[in-house]
């Protein structure tokens, strides 16, 4: 085999782990992995494409990816953002940079802007809640025609979603710091007031409506632990959900139905479960999800994406069913590659990678790496556009003559090809994580 590959040998039908020039098999627990990161998923309308954010220290801000739902290539369309959520009906994708959200369609044309951050679509698509310093605002679906509905707003730190419709899109729900703590605030999205609904010590963070909008969940660490709290939106009501021994983050209610997604954990060793609508046990879903990125509901609840280590020693976008039992799929940044019983080199990242030879003497090296073109796809709809290309790359693996197993095709997106992680590592944890 040629020099320029780093060659692992191993066989007997089990698991090849392969680790590249820029990362050790061994995990550091000093140190942060050199490797690209995923996190914050959002469905697009039609539930067959999810948009995410990637962090490198080749990135200055992050970019925003795509990946299909179940199968294909993740794909770099947008560039350096956060994406804040699709448009219902219509396939628009909120991308907050540098203080300002941009509103981009699927070949990446800015149809409008707000200037502000943690923007939200309301639930008909016909407008735009957003944080413009410290006001609450809400613009027309363009950005035009901006209407002051909340002031004193500045979120906790611990607050990821910002504001949050109604199911109905009559009002809004966001957290914000107070000065002897934080609250929970409920504004009429047509500017005619806001209320306090809500008012405790330490951090009240990450609200969420339920379906039928007679409950708002958040989170608050009132004692040090995150607990998960619910409210009427007229301030009645207001009690635990979930908690115990551990942390219960990021609650997201069903849009179909009243159960509760979440995720549980201590320290940075977190995992999904979903709150069944008639009580009884908490069910797991994921385990070693990431503990600063909210699981995120389908359109029809029959499926949640969230960012998990699993196979890798890196955060990934996984897709789950919403019923347990299920078995989580990964669709960003991948690291698993299966062989066959073939003789073949089975090529694998630059990163840890997770190979399955299935048989005989495998050979394994890095991939060289090429750039392929790949058509824009529509995310409100399933059409396919005919204008711009877009850029990804494609890991080319080139039979050898080896014996033993071939290797799977890896898709990998240049922007994240190196680089150090700024967020927490995956971790392997327990499959008894604290949440009954």
């Known amino acids: 085999m040629k020099n320029r590959f780093a060659l692992l040998l191993a066989c007997l039908g089990g698991i090849l782990v392969l680790a590249g020039p820029l990362a050790l098999a061994a995990p550091s627990t000093t140190t942060a992995p050199t490797v690209p990161n995923d996190s914050q998923p959002w469905w697009a309308p039609n539930g067959r494409a999810i948009a995410f954010q990637r962090e490198s220290p080749a990135l200055e801000s992050g970019d925003v990816l795509f990946t299909p739902a179940a199968r294909g290539a993740e794909v770099d369309i947008i560039g350096a953002g956060r994406p804040r959520g699709f448009r219902p009906g219509e396939g628009q994708l909120l991308v907050e940079l540098d203080g300002a959200t941009s509103i981009r369609d699927a070949s990446d044309r800015q149809l409008g802007a707000v200037a502000g951050t943690d923007a939200a679509w309301s639930p008909d698509g016909g407008h735009i809640a957003f944080l413009h310093g410290d006001v609450l605002e809400v613009a027309d679906a363009a950005g035009a025609n901006v209407l002051d509905v909340a002031t004193s707003i500045v979120p906790p730190t611990a607050d990821l979603t910002g504001p949050v419709w109604s199911p109905r899109g009559g009002q809004l729900t966001v957290a914000k710091t107070t000065e002897s703590g934080s609250a929970l605030v409920v504004a009429g999205a047509d500017g005619s007031g806001a209320q306090v609904v809500f ?180 995310f409100g709809t399933a059409s396919t556009s005919t204008g711009r290309k877009l850029a990804t790359w494609q890991a080319a693996a080139t039979r050898g003559r080896t014996s033993g197993c071939s290797a799977r095709r890896q898709r990998h997106v240049t922007r994240a090809a190196t680089g150090a992680a700024a967020s927490p590592a995956p971790h392997a944890i327990s499959s008894s994580s604290p949440a009954t």
């Not at 995120?296 to 039992?325: E, F, H, K, M, N």
């Not at 989580?328 to 089975?346: E, H, K, W």
């Open 199 to 378: 008012e405790g010590a330490n951090q009240i963070a990450n609200p969420s409506w339920s379906p039928d909008g007679s409950k708002i969940a958040f989170e608050w660490n009132s004692t040090g632990r995150w607990v998960i709290w619910s409210v009427r939106p007229d301030g009645t009501d207001a009690h635990p959900e979930i908690g115990g021994a551990a942390d219960y983050r990021f609650p997201q209610w069903s849009p179909a139905d009243g159960r509760l997604a979440f995720i549980a954990g201590t320290g940075q060793r977190y995992a999904l479960y979903v709150r069944p609508a008639t009580g009884g046990a908490n069910q797991k879903l994921v385990d070693d999800v990431r503990p600063d990125s909210p699981p995120r509901w389908s359109p029809t609840g029959s499926q949640l994406a969230v960012a998990a280590g699993q196979d890798c020693r890196r955060w990934g976008i996984y897709v789950v069913s919403s019923q347990a039992p299920a078995r989580p799929l990964r669709r960003s940044n991948q690291c698993r590659i299966d062989g066959t019983g073939g003789a073949d080199v089975i090529y694998g990242t630059a990163y840890f990678d997770v190979i399955h030879g299935l048989g005989g003497n495998d050979a394994a090296g890095l991939a060289t790496i090429r750039p392929t073109s790949v058509p824009a796809t529509r």
